[in-house]
């Protein structure tokens, strides 16, 4: 298993992969470009040199891009539907050029408007990523419930990749959204549960990165809310029971959680990572890599100040 995180590439992609090498990061997730806009400007070519630099130097691998927020394959209205299309294709084709292994996107929301022509619209966008050259492999991921939306469950996401070849459309399964969807995986014995019917109904073949993410929300919430790593409804003891089941050791798991002080990451690195150790998912040396304390960001004169964050009430 290798850990990472989500990291803001507003600075530089070359700057995300060295705050991942500072603070431990074995994978990384970026978006490609602003996560905001429909339209991002051409990759200049020593930015990608500099990124792939930087992964090299801190011995980051694999590469996993986020879709844009914006992007709905799901979408009815026949404008947003094309800018959704175009844009990923676009990122997928960005991804390549960044030497990513994986594209994550949502499955999307039809609307109102119906699961059976949203699942149609989503299937030909992924149909024209297939036929992108060297392209990334697309990773559907699950989602929280939410009203309208695709991919909730495994079924839902059997309908989306049936037919499809098995190394170039496979699956992303976020902690927090299996939780709020009503997926109970906080003992040993329901992970293996879920597991099983995720390897009977998807196959864990197709099971290719984790989003390893605490919930604000409860089981059967639907809420589509992460949570600092402990600090959630799945906690220590039910991510630790996650992690202890041997068929996820080999995956890359990528942390999403909120980021609104300046050691939010580190601080949820080392948290995941001490879990990790203790469910048998990663060695010591992987452990050791995360620091304890604050490190300096991307080279900062000075190492910086934080605020602890209040104990979370019972």
């Known amino acids: 298993m290798r850990l990472g995180m989500h990291l803001p590439s507003g600075k530089s992609l070359a700057s995300a992969a060295e705050r991942g090498g500072e603070i431990g990061c074995r994978t990384l997730q970026i978006f490609s470009g602003n996560p905001r806009g429909w339209t991002k400007p051409p990759l200049d070519p020593k930015v990608v040199a500099d990124f792939k630099a930087a992964l090299n130097d801190a011995?980051?691998?694999?590469?996993?891009?986020?879709?844009?927020?914006?992007?709905?394959?799901?979408?009815?209205?026949?404008?947003?539907?094309?800018?959704?299309?175009?844009?990923?294709?676009?990122?997928?084709?960005?991804?390549?050029?960044?030497?990513?292994?994986?594209?994550?996107v949502h499955c999307g929301s039809h609307k109102g408007t119906g699961?059976?022509?949203?699942?149609?619209?989503?299937?030909?966008?992924?149909?024209?990523?297939?036929?992108?050259?060297?392209?990334?492999?697309?990773?559907?991921?699950?989602?929280?419930?939410?009203?309208?939306?695709?991919?909730?469950?495994?079924?839902?996401?059997?309908?989306l990749a049936d037919g499809f070849p098995r190394d170039r459309i496979g699956f992303c399964l976020d902690t927090c959204h299996a939780l709020a969807a009503g997926f109970e995986i906080r003992t040993s014995a329901e992970v293996?549960?879920?597991?099983?019917?995720?390897?009977?109904?998807?196959?864990?073949?197709?099971?290719?990165?984790?989003?390893?993410?605490?919930?604000?929300?409860?089981?059967?919430?639907?809420?589509?809310?992460?949570?600092?790593?402990?600090?959630?409804?799945?906690?220590?003891?039910?991510?630790?029971?996650?992690?202890?089941?041997?068929?996820?050791?080999?995956?890359?798991v990528i942390l999403e959680t909120p980021q609104k002080e300046e050691d939010d990451d580190r601080r949820d690195l080392r948290r995941a990572a001490e879990i990790a150790f203790a469910a048998g998912a990663i060695d010591r040396d992987h452990l050791n890599a995360v620091p304890k304390k604050p490190v300096r960001r991307n080279g900062a004169k000075k190492p910086p100040t934080f605020k602890k964050r209040g104990k979370r009430k019972s």
């Not at 059976?116 to 024209?128: C, D, G, M, Q, S």
């Not at 864990?204 to 993410?213: E, I, P, Q, T």
């Open 59 to 104: 011995g980051i691998d694999p590469v996993v891009v986020h879709a844009t927020y914006l992007i709905n394959l799901a979408a009815p209205d026949d404008r947003i539907y094309k800018l959704s299309e175009t844009a990923f294709l676009d990122e997928l084709n960005r991804s390549t050029e960044l030497g990513a292994g994986f594209y994550v």
């Open 192 to 252: 293996k549960g879920v597991l099983d019917d995720f390897d009977e109904i998807l196959g864990l073949d197709r099971l290719r990165c984790l989003h390893l993410n605490d919930s604000k929300g409860d089981l059967h919430s639907r809420l589509d809310r992460h949570e600092h790593i402990g600090e959630g409804t799945l906690r220590a003891k039910g991510i630790k029971a996650f992690l202890s089941d041997k068929r996820l050791h080999d995956l890359p």
């Open 115 to 159: 699961e059976v022509p949203a699942r149609e619209r989503i299937r030909a966008a992924l149909a024209k990523a297939c036929e992108l050259p060297d392209a990334p492999v697309v990773l559907l991921e699950n989602t929280a419930g939410t009203s309208n939306s695709m991919g909730t469950s495994f079924h839902d996401l059997k309908a």
